[in-house]
């Protein structure tokens, strides 16, 4: 029994036609995961910097940056630096697009916590008994 011959022109022509298909019904406007952004909010912001070089590589950092005007339905943001940039005038609005913006990871510092013994480096033994022999005689 022989196999029916395609040529590879249709295979290709069904494939790519498929996979067409597959990526519009999977691409949409806004992100699921975009968060709203209020005035006030600081946030981190990426921002290209330059080239390095006479390479096509650019230098991007996260910088900080201080939330002027509400999300809108455009994608953007008004933001104000906090450092001194731009350059020209450090205090002036600039707009991002909100995917280059991210809330800054603030670390939880738990000011109850009891403070860490001290450590021993760099000190003598007899310094150390010292330092003890007068907090005993203060307390």
Known sequence: MA????SPRDVDYHRSSKLAVEAKARVSKKPSGSLAYKKGDVVSVRTPLGKL????LRLVMWLGAIVVS???DDGHLDVIYSGDFPRDDPF???RVATKDVKFHATAAVDSAAPRGRPTTAGKSLRLLKSLAKETR???
């Open 53 to 56: 070089g006479p390479t096509t």
């Open 92 to 94: 002036r609005a600039v």
């Open 70 to 72: 509400d999300t809108t």
């Open 137 to 139: 005689t203060n307390s």
């Open 3 to 6: 196999v029916p011959r395609t």
